[in-house]
């Protein structure tokens, strides 16, 4: 019934922008505060001036030119738009339906590939107003829905977060399905492209480059089904050919050296990560993506339908994992790997939008020991290095897309107050502006 509510409210979302047009002419965005992320330093005062899609000024001493129209956000600090590099915006699991297998069938096999784009440009929508102005969607889209919602927004006809966008999974037979009948086994390409052997490896790079993928999206492990490093190194070798990057999911010791040792430019959970790995992840210069979250979220992602002992059994559990996740953090932040935000959400969380939802994860990076600078960089400046769009976004700076956000409240204190955003432009388009409702 949830999902059948959004489809209506985003067929109505969908009609009324499509008669948007990018804002002529100035706007001039006057805050307190502004994170420059490069320096770390925090510029009082702030103005950004901003010209169609980008930004043509911004610092302390800015004049405000002629005719602009200007937008005071009084005491929010402004900062660069979010960037979430392991998104699932075609999926929104339920957890009354059980886990990741029993939903992953009810996803492809109902839902399908088209209505899941319309799930996605909800999804997307929810980003983008709680400050993630891009995404890298990295699979589970259908047959390459992730592509069709990127070129929708891209187009105009729906609003939503700037996409990377992966097509299907590469994997090992199977992919990520649990265990499905020999006669249901047909579902599995509708998700994933089954690999075996470099030369398909190969072939199912090229493929995804014409279904229209941006970033090749690999699953390293799936319990005991795991590409080889010759395949790995192959796909690595394709991608890197014309420009493109390998995000190698692997949460285990043997998947994340595989991936570390085939070159890939980032370790998607990396829940498991032995010296050596942080070692090559360093030299050759490959992110972690840690995909984590604070130990009340695994309690809270099963719903409303839990007795208090299953709560407290629940946290038991969490806590360890947790600590663990935190623990290989700090070590990869000691060796020098550089990191990149990635929530990996996917589940319906009540009481929050996918995007306030996404935002839990940077609080985990806090929790975990990095500082919310360090936080704020990973989900800015890094993660657009990470998607090679660092020239573009990341960053409040001339010359860069008027991707900026004004948060309420202290997130270089603590990163929670991200949850307090009240202003978001993306590409110089005001979606969201709190302020001027309340006038
Ligand atoms: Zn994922």
């Known amino acids: 019934m949830r999902l059948a509510s959004r489809f209506a409210l985003h067929f109505a979302v969908a009609g009324a922008v499509a008669a948007q047009t990018p804002p002529p002419g100035t706007t001039v965005l006057r805050a307190a505060r502004m994170l420059d992320v490069k320096t770390g330093t925090v510029v009082a005062n702030a103005t950004v001036v901003v010209t169609g899609s980008r930004i043509v000024a911004a610092g302390a001493n800015v004049a405000t030119p002629a005719g602009a129209t200007v937008i005071d956000l009084g005491g929010a600090v402004l900062l660069p738009g979010l960037i979430d590099a392991h998104t699932h915006l075609l999926q929104n699991y339920e957890g009354r339906f059980g886990s990741d297998d029993p939903n992953m069938v009810l996803t492809v096999a109902a839902l399908g590939t088209t209505r899941r784009a319309l799930l996605g440009a909800a999804m997307g929508r929810q980003d983008l107003e709680a400050g993630i102005t891009t995404v890298r969607d990295l699979g589970n889209s259908g047959l390459n829905g992730d592509v069709a919602l990127r070129d929708a927004i891209n187009s105009g006809w729906v609003v939503g977060p700037r996409i990377v966008a992966a097509t299907r999974a590469l994997a090992a037979a199977g992919g990520q399905f649990g265990g499905l009948a020999p006669e249901a086994q047909q579902l599995i390409a509708n998700e994933y492209v089954v690999i075996s052997g470099v030369e398909d490896a190969r072939r199912a790079v090229r493929q995804a480059f014409y ?23 192959v796909i690595v070798e394709e991608a890197h050919r014309v420009g493109k990057r390998v995000a190698a999911h692997a ?12 070159g890939v430019n980032s370790i998607e959970h990396g829940y498991s990560l032995p010296d050596d790995v942080i070692k090559t992840m360093k030299d050759k210069g490959i992110f972690l993506v840690p995909t984590d979250y ?70 985990a990076y806090q929790e975990a020991g990095m500082s ?19 020239d573009r976004i990341g960053a409040i700076e001339p010359g860069k897309f008027a991707d900026i956000i004004a948060v309420d409240g202290d997130p270089l204190k603590n990163v929670q107050d991200l949850q307090r955003v009240r202003f978001v432009m993306k590409g110089g388009q005001i979606v969201r502006n709190d302020s001027a409702a309340r006038k």
């Open 372 to 390: 919310p600078l360090e936080v704020l960089r990973a989900a800015t400046l890094n993660s657009a290095d990470l998607l090679g769009m660092g």
């Open 251 to 262: 949460t285990d010791d043997q998947a994340t050296r595989i991936a570390a040792d085939a």
């Open 294 to 363: 604070p130990a009340q979220f695994y309690v809270d992602a099963l719903g409303g339908m839990v007795t208090p002992e299953q709560r407290t059994q629940r946290m038991a559990a969490a806590q360890p994992f947790v600590a663990r996740s935190a623990d290989r953090l700090r070590r990869a932040l000691r060796a020098g790997v550089r990191i990149a935000y990635g929530s990996d959400e996917y589940y319906n969380a009540p009481g929050r939008s996918r995007g306030q939802s996404s935002l839990l994860t940077l609080q």
């Open 211 to 233: 279904d229209g993928a941006d970033v090749i999206k690999v699953i390293v492990n799936t319990g005991p089904r795991v590409v080889a490093v010759d395949e790995l190194k």
